[in-house]
């Protein structure tokens, strides 16, 4: 058998995978620009400037799937249904954000088995996120 020389895939982070933080910051970017125009979500979104709100969330993502420790850094545990109990989060607000976020899947143009685990973290994660009927 070969040698299985270090650093292969296999022992790459799922965010060095992706391409690591430009990755992320794609997504999130196209993610928000999508919530800039949505009549739903955008009023939901306390500050006027949607950078901040942008940073907070590539930051979690980029922490999350295995990169730099900053959001923790900054904002302590992530806390994310007790971070959303501020906003009515329903199922028109769940299935805009989905639809927002696929938009910004989509143009990442991923490989398709990462992109599949990207999407099927999203949507177990907005579907945790609910917390008003309707
Ligand atoms: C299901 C629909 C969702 C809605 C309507 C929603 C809405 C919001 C709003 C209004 C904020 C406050 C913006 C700010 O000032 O930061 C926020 C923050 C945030 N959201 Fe969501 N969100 C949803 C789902 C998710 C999901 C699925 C995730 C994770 C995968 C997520 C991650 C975050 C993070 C990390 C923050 C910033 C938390 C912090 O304060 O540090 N959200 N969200």
Do not use: C
């Not at 997504?27 to 739903?40: N, Q, S």
Request: proline fraction near 7%; charge should be negative.
């Amino acid at each position: 058998m070969n040698e299985i020389p270090r650093g292969t895939l296999d022992e790459q982070t799922f965010y060095e995978q992706v391409g690591g933080e430009d990755t992320f910051r794609r997504l999130v970017r196209r993610f928000y620009e999508g919530v800039a125009e949505d009549p739903l979500l955008r009023p939901m979104y306390p500050e006027e400037d949607l950078g901040p709100a942008e940073e907070r969330f590539a930051l979690f993502l980029m922490q999350y799937w295995g990169g730099p420790t900053t959001y923790s850094r900054h904002r302590g545990h992530p806390r994310l249904r007790m971070r959303h109990a501020p906003f009515q989060v329903d199922s028109a607000a769940h299935d805009a954000w989905l639809r927002h976020m696929r938009v910004a899947l989509d143009e990442l143009g991923l490989a398709p088995e990462h992109e599949a685990q990207l999407w099927k973290y999203l949507t177990y994660a907005a579907a945790s996120m609910i917390n008003t009927a309707g």
